[in-house]
């Protein structure tokens, strides 16, 4: 089946939530990204499934896009399916000691939520952009916290669409990745959570803020941390030895401010974002003899 036949197929089900030749910029927090072949936007569980059924069906390939954060699109956009979580993944039930949230919900915001009922557990996620969904495939965490440390339960479906629950003993965790079934789709994460002294809470949540607005650009757009850190030592100081702060091609650069970080001058492509890092990459390695490893992820055509 051709994508054109596929977008007709899904049309029935989404209606104008399916989208062909939708540019990616303007769907990823570095405005930067070629057109996707199809945009679907679900809004429920049933409808998530009868995209990757239909997809599945049509051999066409589902990329999950999530918040759009951590992730460089090629200028050439994404082939095949490329699934945005709508409305309805933004729902969240709270309890005494745990929140579970829709893939969809952003985890900032579930962080401030969470410290305004006198929970702990999530103050290290303030500022980061990403979704509850992403944030769960990338391990996502800062300032000594991560999403593996309170994550208890994920629902999802499979690539078939059928439902799929994983408990935590279930969930391989490792440094920025959850490795999780082929083709799984997180629709929703439970995170334990403990009450504390509100205050105690809040000031530990505005200490992140502070230290994140100090120390990371603002204003720019970019995908957060483009390398991990190597064991033992920053990215970002690495980065910063070779001499790379400022360092600009086309209309990318190193921050001046934190030099794992490369923004958008608002007329960057994802090949000037690209040939930065690979040139980080090699003084790096010829300065310190460290191979960064990107934390972002290039996907899509180049």
């Known amino acids: 089946m051709s994508v054109a036949a596929l977008h007709q197929r899904l049309v029935r089900v989404l209606g104008d939530r399916v989208l062909a030749g939708e540019p990616l910029a303007r769907h990823t927090s570095y405005r930067i990204g070629g057109p996707a072949d199809l945009l679907a936007r679900p809004d429920t569980v049933e409808e998530l499934g009868s995209v990757l059924r239909e997809a599945s069906a049509a051999g066409v390939r589902v990329t999950l896009l999530g918040g759009g954060s951590n992730v460089l699109v090629g200028d050439g956009g994404m082939r095949g ?24 919900v952003q985890l900032g915001r579930l962080a401030r939520e969470s410290t305004a009922r006198g929970l702990a557990g ?12 992403g944030a769960l495939f990338m391990n996502a965490g800062a300032y000594g916290g991560d999403v593996a440390g309170v994550a208890e339960i994920v629902d999802g479906l499979d690539a078939d669409g059928n ?10 965790f ?12 997180v629709t929703a994460v439970t995170f334990g959570l403990r009450p504390d002294d509100p205050d105690a809470v809040r000031a530990r949540l505005d200490a992140v803020r502070t230290r994140r607005v100090s120390s990371q650009p603002q204003g720019q757009p970019n995908a957060g941390s483009i390398f991990k850190n190597p064991p033992g030592d920053h990215a970002g100081r690495l980065i910063e030895a070779a001499g790379l702060k400022g360092r600009r091609v086309g209309g990318a650069r190193f921050s001046e401010r934190h030099a794992n970080f490369i923004v958008n001058n608002g007329r960057a492509r994802a090949t000037d974002v690209q040939v930065l890092m690979a040139i980080a990459q090699r003084a790096v390695w010829e300065r310190s003899g460290v191979w960064l490893e990107p934390e972002v992820r290039l996907v899509g055509s180049w």
């Open 81 to 104: 399916v490329v699934v945005k979580l709508g409305r309805g993944f933004r729902r969240v039930e709270w309890r005494a000691d745990a929140v579970r949230a829709g893939a969809a």
């Open 122 to 133: 999530l103050e290290h996620a303030e500022g980061i952009p990403g979704t509850v969904g």
């Open 163 to 172: 439902p799929l629950r994983l408990g935590r003993e279930a969930l391989a």
């Open 174 to 185: 490792t440094y920025r990745r959850a490795h999780l079934p082929a083709g799984f789709v």
